[in-house]
Every structure is written in structure tokens, then in C-alpha cells.
């Protein structure tokens, strides 16, 4: 027999709670699960603080930069290892400048294609 406090509490906990159904692709949810098992969370409570930090009003910026703050703050996520590409020379970089400088203007194609 129940309690009429675990009553109020199973009701409680309904009344705020809400179930919700995503179709998602199977690799998607094989990372979801590796991702939670690797944190000692469930798949529902890993997914449940990816999207609450998703949703977050609070943080300015472009709404990639928004996502990617969200995520940072609730330790979600994972950081990508530094990229080994090479930037140009100084010296690389004023020489392709001068070559872009020396091209046909924008203005100028654009009334040549209106003729």
C-alpha cells in the first residue's frame, strides 16, 4: 500500500515532469550513450543538460558562439585538440594582398554584367 506522502510526491514529480519522444539518427544516439556512460550519467540525464544548456536565454553572441558558451558552462563540452595548420608568412601574406589588388574591381564586373 502507498503512502499518502509518496502519493503527493509520485504526483508532484508528474505534474513538473514531461516525457519527450525524439527520432534521432542511430549514430547520434550510440554518442549520446558513450558520452553519458563516460560521465557515470544516463543517456536521459546527459540529454537533459545538453538541452537545458542549449535553451539558456542568458549569454549574448551569434547563435553558434550562444551554443558553444551554453555548453562550456554546464561542462558539456568536449574541446578539440589544437589544430597543427600554419597560418602564412607575414611576408606570404602582404604578397597574396598585392595580388588580390591588382584584380578587376567588383564595381567594374558588375556594370560590365549589366551591359
Do not use: W
Amino acid at each position: 500500500m502507498t503512502s499518502a506522502r509518496e502519493q503527493a510526491t509520485h504526483a508532484c514529480y508528474h505534474d513538473s515532469i514531461r516525457q519527450l519522444t525524439l527520432r534521432i539518427e542511430e549514430s547520434l544516439a550510440d554518442r549520446l550513450k558513450s558520452v553519458a556512460a563516460s560521465r557515470g550519467t544516463s543517456v536521459n540525464g546527459f540529454a537533459t543538460s545538453v538541452l537545458a544548456a542549449a535553451v539558456d536565454p542568458d549569454l549574448a553572441g551569434d547563435e553558434i558562439g550562444r551554443l558553444r558558451e551554453r555548453l562550456s558552462r554546464a561542462g558539456l563540452l568536449e574541446r578539440a585538440s589544437p589544430s597543427e595548420r600554419v597560418g602564412p608568412t607575414d611576408r606570404e601574406f602582404e604578397e597574396a594582398r598585392a595580388a588580390a589588388g591588382r584584380g578587376t574591381m567588383l564595381s567594374d564586373l558588375v556594370t560590365e554584367g549589366r551591359r
